[in-house]
């Protein structure tokens, strides 16, 4: 281990050099080697040690860094280089302690200053490298949104998304170069939004208003037509309950085994962003569809392989939980998911079939757990009045694995 932070991460602003403080300016003066984006080695000017501009991908340029373990390097970074940069990425090749961080504020700090918004009030969100849903489940009405963009284009297909989702009302205020002589705010409504020339070093702010379509509420047990299916779905109130059962924790991995429309695995991901879950089914065409839900509903990181289980599990992750909403019957399915669980993990199971059911009343024998029988009725026009139309029973086995 270096006896000293050899390695220094300097966040730079749009004012380059006159921005930073005197330990930072020093560092750079000191280094051996000044690895930054082409615009970052720009804005500081010329150095006495070597150039590194980043490569594509990035991580190509670690060996270099590693190097000159002991000697003076420095990484150029945007703001704050923890906050969605590339801080975090250096910090599992370098220990922490061989590491000074010198940050700057923040994109959503100085856009959060500029709108004069509560920072710990706001989504803060990045659209750099991700897909642009990403941004839907914080879409609420009355909700204030910071959304990093690093592309010219983004804010107009910004504008495009909320219209189309109803939100047409809302305001946009593009942040431009911020903290630099060339800085400058704008503001449009999504419905009206004709803001051309927008430089590629955004940040987009986002008042949303309007009625809404097809927000998705926080709670678990989405209304099925926020869905496309083709019936094979965990219906909403089944969902809701099963959920519950599943329990998702932030940063935690779901396996949907048996997904259909996916319906289980995407609700697992709105509960946290941190969430991850990986969608297991067998049809190509309800592949397709979970795709396109997992788009709809702003959860496109969602995993899907096409594939049948027990096999197509194999060499997946392990799971903190399992839900198999189809395919119980298949030979070893049941088993092969109870060896990949952790201790702690949950496995929870749906039977409508009485073969199903039959399966699902060994395991609970053999292996513990509880088992729920439940069955709603939705009121359904009898004639010229109402009656309660009953939907088949389910039995759900959950269990925690010791």
Known sequence: MSAFPWLTIVGLGEDGLDGLCISAKARIAQARLVVGGARHLQLIGETQGERLAWPSPLQQAFPEILRLRGQPVV??????????????????????????????????????????????????????????????????????????????????????????????????????????????????????????????????????????????????GLPDDFFEHDGQITKREMRAVTLAQLAPRPGELLWDVGAGAGSISIEWLLADPSTRAIAVERHPERCARINRNAQALGVPHLKTIEGGAPAALSGLERPDAIFIGGGLTAPGLLDLCWSALPPRGRLVVNAVTLESQADLFA????????????????????????????????????????
Not at 91 to 117: D, K, N, T
């Open 75 to 220: 990484v150029l970074a945007t703001g704050d280089p923890f906050f969605y940069g590339v801080g975090s990425l250096l910090a599992q090749i370098v220990p922490p302690v061989e590491i000074l961080c010198l940050p700057q504020p923040s994109a959503f700090s100085l856009a959060a200053s500029r709108l004069g918004w509560a920072l710990q009030d706001c989504a803060l969100v990045t659209l750099h490298g991700r897909a642009l849903e990403k941004i839907i489940p914080h879409l609420h009405p009355g909700a204030r949104v910071l959304a990093l963009s690093w592309d010219g284009e983004t804010p107009k297909k910004l504008a495009e998304l909320l219209r189309a989702r109803k939100l047409g009302d809302s305001r946009l205020t593009i942040c431009e170069a911020m903290g630099g002589p060339r800085e400058r705010l704008r503001a449009a409504c999504a419905d009206n939004f004709d803001l051309d020339g927008v430089d590629p070093l955004n940040t987009v702010a986002i008042e949303v208003h309007g009625a809404g379509s097809r927000i998705p509420p926080r709670a678990a």
């Open 363 to 402: 395991a609970q024998r053999r292996l513990g757990g509880e088992l729920l029988q439940s069955q709603f009725a939705h009121a359904a026009p009898v004639g010229r009045f109402l009656g309660f139309r009953p939907a088949m029973p389910s039995v759900q086995w959950s269990v925690v694995k010791p």
